[in-house]
């Protein structure tokens, strides 16, 4: 099986910066688009950021400028660079990876348990 485990999370002021990282682990063959989505209380699960393999990046309109995705494909690790910080980031984030297990395999995604981002005004 696949997991994936957030890590960087926590309460920041408003302008300041947090870095979450999330790196995959177990019988991985290989990974293709990874992403981070957040949720806000009373609120849908959303798109932030994605990149995929070949290291194209997708961005939601609110967080572009201000956050960046990034990989490390040797560690299976995905990052988000979070800057200047609103307090309607506050939420909790999701990394999600879209994982191959052997060559060949279908593909299949798999999310981590989420960790809380906790913007003050």
């Known amino acids: 099986q696949v997991q994936l485990v957030e890590s960087g999370g926590g309460l920041v002021q408003a302008g300041g910066s947090l870095r979450l990282s999330c790196a995959a682990s177990?019988?991985?063959?290989?990974?293709?688009?990874m992403g981070w989505h957040r949720q806000a209380p009373g609120k849908q699960r959303e798109l932030v950021a994605a990149?995929?393999?070949?290291?194209?990046?997708n961005y939601a309109d609110s967080v572009k400028g201000r956050f960046t995705i990034s990989r490390d494909n040797a560690k299976n690790t995905v990052y988000l660079q979070m800057n200047s910080l609103k307090p309607e980031d506050t939420a909790v984030y999701y990394c999600?990876?879209?994982?191959?297990?052997?060559?060949?395999?279908?593909?299949?995604?798999?999310w981590g348990q989420g960790t809380q981002v906790t913007v003050s005004s």
């Open positions: 990149i995929t393999s070949g290291e194209t990046t």
């Open positions: 177990g019988s991985i063959f290989n990974i293709g688009t």
């Open positions: 999600n990876a879209v994982v191959r297990l052997k060559f060949g395999g279908p593909w299949s995604a798999y």
